[in-house]
């Protein structure tokens, strides 16, 4: 489904990815994992064009990515939970998935899919007029999710869905994630948290600085030696 | 004096029309600059303008009256939006002080502009409407009908920010602009309807002024400085704010102009306005 090519891309001066490749396939759920400042949240923008790459190539579904504009990402699929959820503060709940659903096509199934992310986190239907500013981490890592399925996504990227949140909440997000890939969503999450991560995803990629370092299902990671001693602590 | 004095009610009333029209003509500065960022120092020029494209098609080309005014406020929406391509958005990643003197250039070319096209006599629509007598008191026509259009207005304005996708994209992306592109949104596109609606706005602003004021290349002055006291007054952006500080503005400018002299009700709103910025320099209902 989605494929990067030999992908470099940086900021000014300063690159982040080195000839980066990875694949996706439909209905996978794969995690790029890595420590902090290794390139996972520049890979996920140069997916979403947020970042423009420097040398390579993203295809989605066969179709590059190469002159799509970054607001026309979403129109192939693809949608991203940001860094720091990155919630529209002012914005009630229901604001929020509003905006999830811009696109035209995803307007005139607004209330089906609203229906759809209530039921998968009833929390948010109780909470819909509040705004979103006054949610807890969870909460609003729920909202965030939610937001972004509201374009009806093939692919789903997830951006350190866990960052900042206490350890007990962390367990109940990767709960979600794993709901949402038994939903039938391809999901591309990029994670710090490993040992969690591993246990919800089918496979991984580890990133150390912008370079793909290795890859495999989750237990082969879960077992190997050099992610074990760097990683787990083990 | 007595103080429920018949006349100090008019003042009261007359005051709150005042503030209908001025909460109108703040806002669409607001909403520019809540969003956007960037203070259209040119605002009042622009309502300016709308006021000679009513005057041109309704005295010179025999339009109705009505139709001059939807076209001349259509005319200020299409300049809001050749405003935002041509001159905001080269510089959105400027200093601030440089988008000021921008805008502040445009004001000093559409002024001029005027008065090439219209010379500097004043000019005026012709139409008197008879005043409307309520007892004892007595309203300006145009004042009522100003104050009931600028609340459509205002009301309008707000159901569209709250209740549409391009709306709440407006509202959105004041508050985080840099990941509009995930939500499919074209910054740009949402900025350049922005702007559009400001104008829209500066051009019924115009509609409902041209109906009180005579024109001239230089009527901006006289309400342009209220406009922008008024949306720092209410903490710059914030739209709410700025429809009660309209409100407290005309209230001091009416009643004290009831109480001294239509001049003091001036500065008396003036010297309320520094008092405000010395307890809240970020405005009555600004942030940080």
Same mark, same amino acid.
């Not at chain 2, 139409?127 to 309520?134: G, K, Q, T």
């Given at each position: 489904?989605?494929?990067?090519?030999?992908?470099?891309?940086?900021?000014?001066?300063?690159?982040?990815?080195?000839?980066?490749?990875?694949?996706?396939?439909?209905?996978?759920?794969?995690?790029?994992?890595?420590?902090?400042?290794?390139?996972?949240?520049?890979?996920?923008?140069?997916?979403?064009?947020?970042?423009?790459?420097?040398?390579?190539?993203?295809?989605?579904?066969?179709?590059?990515?190469?002159?799509?504009?970054?607001?026309?990402?979403?129109?192939?699929?693809?949608? #991203?939970?940001?860094?720091?959820?990155?919630?529209?503060?002012?914005?009630?709940?229901?604001?929020?998935?509003?905006?999830?659903?811009?696109?035209?096509?995803?307007?005139?199934?607004?209330?089906?899919?609203?229906?759809?992310?209530?039921?998968?986190?009833?929390?948010?239907?109780?909470?819909?007029?509040?705004?979103?500013?006054?949610?807890?981490?969870?909460? #609003?890592?729920?909202?965030?999710?939610?937001?972004?399925?509201?374009?009806?996504?093939?692919?789903?990227?997830?951006?350190?869905?866990?960052?900042?949140?206490?350890?007990?909440?962390?367990?109940?997000?990767? #709960?979600?994630?794993?709901?949402?890939?038994?939903?039938?969503?391809?999901?591309?999450?990029?994670?710090?948290?490993?040992? #969690?991560?591993?246990?919800?995803?089918?496979?991984?990629?580890?990133?150390?600085?912008?370079?793909?370092?290795?890859?495999?299902?989750?237990?082969?990671?879960?077992?190997?030696?050099?992610?074990?001693?760097?990683?787990?602590?083990? | 004096?007595?103080? %429920?004095?018949?006349?100090?009610?008019?003042?009261?009333?007359?005051?709150?029309?005042?503030?209908?029209?001025?909460?109108?003509?703040?806002?669409?500065?607001?909403?520019?600059?809540?969003?956007?960022?960037?203070?259209?120092?040119?605002?009042?020029?622009?309502?300016?303008?709308?006021?000679?494209?009513?005057?041109?098609?309704?005295?010179?080309?025999?339009?109705?009256?009505?139709?001059?005014?939807?076209?001349?406020?259509?005319?200020?929406?299409?300049?809001?939006?050749?405003?935002? /391509?041509?001159?905001?958005?080269?510089?959105?990643?400027?200093?601030?002080?440089?988008?000021?003197?921008?805008?502040?250039?445009?004001? %000093?070319?559409?002024?001029?502009?005027?008065?090439?096209?219209?010379?500097?006599?004043?000019?005026?629509?012709?139409?008197?409407?008879?005043?409307?007598?309520?007892?004892?008191?007595?309203?300006?026509?145009?004042?009522?009908?100003?104050?009931?259009?600028?609340?459509?207005?205002?009301?309008?304005?707000?159901?569209?920010?709250?209740?549409?996708?391009?709306?709440?994209?407006?509202?959105?992306?004041?508050?985080?602009?840099?990941?509009?592109?995930?939500?499919?949104?074209?910054?740009?596109?949402?900025?350049?309807?922005?702007?559009?609606?400001?104008?829209?706005?500066?051009?019924?602003?115009?509609?409902?002024?041209?109906? /009180?004021?005579?024109?001239?290349?230089?009527?901006?002055?006289?309400?342009?400085?209220?406009?922008?006291?008024?949306?720092?007054?209410?903490?710059?952006?914030?739209?709410?704010?700025?429809?009660?500080?309209?409100?407290?503005?005309?209230?001091?400018?009416?009643?004290?102009?009831? %109480?001294?002299?239509?001049?003091?009700?001036?500065?008396?709103? %003036?010297?309320?306005?520094?008092?405000?910025?010395?307890?809240?320099? /970020?405005?009555?209902?600004?942030?940080?």
């Amino acid at each position: 489904m989605l494929l990067l090519t030999d992908v470099s891309a940086g900021y000014g001066s300063f690159q982040a990815l080195f000839g980066v490749s990875l694949e996706v396939k439909a209905g996978e759920s794969v995690a790029v994992i890595g420590p902090n400042g290794a390139g996972k949240t520049t890979l996920l923008r140069a997916i979403s064009k947020l970042v423009e790459l420097t040398a390579g190539e993203v295809t989605m579904e066969g179709r590059s990515l190469k002159r799509v504009a970054p607001h026309e990402v979403i129109a192939h699929g693809i949608s #991203q939970v940001p860094e720091n959820r990155r919630l529209f503060p002012r914005l009630t709940v229901e604001e929020n998935l509003k905006m999830g659903a811009f696109l035209p096509a995803a307007r005139s199934k607004f209330a089906q899919r609203r229906e759809f992310v209530y039921s998968l986190f009833p929390r948010m239907g109780e909470r819909r007029a509040q705004l979103a500013g006054t949610l807890s981490g969870g909460e #609003q890592q729920m909202c965030a999710i939610g937001r972004a399925l509201m374009s009806g996504p093939k692919l789903l990227l997830l951006d350190e869905p866990s960052a900042g949140l206490a350890p007990v909440i962390v367990q109940s997000i990767m #709960q979600m994630v794993k709901r949402i890939c038994a939903e039938g969503y391809t999901v591309l999450i990029v994670e710090q948290n490993i040992r #969690q991560v591993l246990k919800v995803v089918d496979r991984a990629y580890l990133l150390e600085t912008g370079r793909i370092k290795s890859s495999g299902s989750s237990a082969e990671l879960l077992a190997s030696d050099g992610i074990r001693k760097a990683y787990l602590g083990i | 004096m007595d103080i %429920f004095d018949v006349f100090l009610l008019e003042a009261v009333l007359n005051g709150i029309l005042l503030g209908g029209l001025l909460a109108l003509l703040s806002l669409g500065l607001n909403l520019i600059f809540g969003v956007i960022d960037v203070v259209w120092i040119c605002y009042a020029e622009m309502i300016m303008i709308g006021m000679y494209a009513v005057y041109t098609l309704h005295v010179q080309y025999h339009w109705p009256l009505l139709a001059a005014m939807a076209a001349g406020i259509a005319s200020v929406a299409i300049l809001g939006a050749l405003m935002h /391509q041509f001159v905001i958005r080269p510089v959105l990643g400027a200093e601030p002080i440089n988008q000021l003197l921008v805008t502040g250039g445009v004001l %000093f070319f559409l002024q001029a502009a005027a008065t090439l096209a219209f010379g500097i006599e004043f000019r005026n629509l012709g139409v008197r409407l008879p005043p409307v007598a309520i007892g004892e008191m007595s309203f300006s026509m145009p004042r009522l009908i100003a104050f009931a259009v600028a609340v459509g207005g205002v009301a309008a304005t707000w159901l569209f920010l709250t209740r549409t996708y391009v709306g709440t994209a407006i509202r959105a992306i004041s508050q985080d602009r840099q990941i509009m592109p995930l939500m499919g949104v074209n910054p740009d596109r949402i900025f350049t309807i922005t702007s559009a609606l400001g104008g829209a706005l500066a051009g019924l602003g115009a509609c409902l002024l041209v109906l /009180q004021y005579d024109i001239h290349p230089a009527i901006g002055l006289s309400f342009g400085p209220i406009t922008f006291l008024i949306c720092v007054l209410g903490g710059l952006g914030n739209m709410l704010g700025g429809l009660i500080a309209a409100f407290i503005f005309a209230q001091f400018i009416s009643v004290g102009g009831f %109480f001294f002299h239509i001049e003091w009700g001036y500065v008396i709103a %003036f010297v309320f306005f520094i008092a405000v910025m010395f307890w809240r320099p /970020q405005g009555i209902l600004g942030g940080k």
